[in-house]
């Protein structure tokens, strides 16, 4: 019988993307992790936009963030990134879905509830959906799906 030794924390202050941290080990928490997920809608559609590469930047503005962000309290050299919002379904007014996770390595062994960590964490969270997120150029992100509907009513 095997037994999970994670924890994982949901964290309902964030409005506008779903987000929660975590550790696979909640006793030992070398590693801790954050993902933020939700629905991705175009701005300003066009057909010829390069929605790969413009993934692909976004994906780089998310690490350019961390690394400038983040403290002595994780190993910079070791931090992941892997985004997940696929190209080849993005339409105009229609949701596409995204997923972040970004995997940190401590290097003290903070555990997550710790009052240090989680307060570094939220720092954290807040600056990469600051920078990153809502000032995103080509989507506007919702924690839930919008319909082309919903979409036209907020226009």
Known sequence: MRYNRGTEVTLDKFKSLN???????????????????????????????????IIRNFDKKIRS???????????????????????????????????????????NNYLLDSEDISKELNRIIKLVLKDVFENNNYFKFFKKKKSAKELLIKA
């Open 19 to 53: 987000v929660v941290i975590g550790s696979i080990d909640k006793y030992n928490p070398k590693t801790l992790y954050i993902r933020i997920s939700g629905w991705g809608n175009p701005i300003n559609y066009y057909e010829n936009n390069d929605y790969k590469a």
């Open 65 to 107: 963030c961390l690394f400038r962000e983040l403290n002595s309290d994780f190993n910079k050299t070791m931090t992941m990134v892997d985004l997940d919002m696929r190209d080849s379904g993005i339409v105009d007014n229609k949701s596409s879905f995204m997923s972040c996770e970004i995997t940190l390595f401590q290097t």
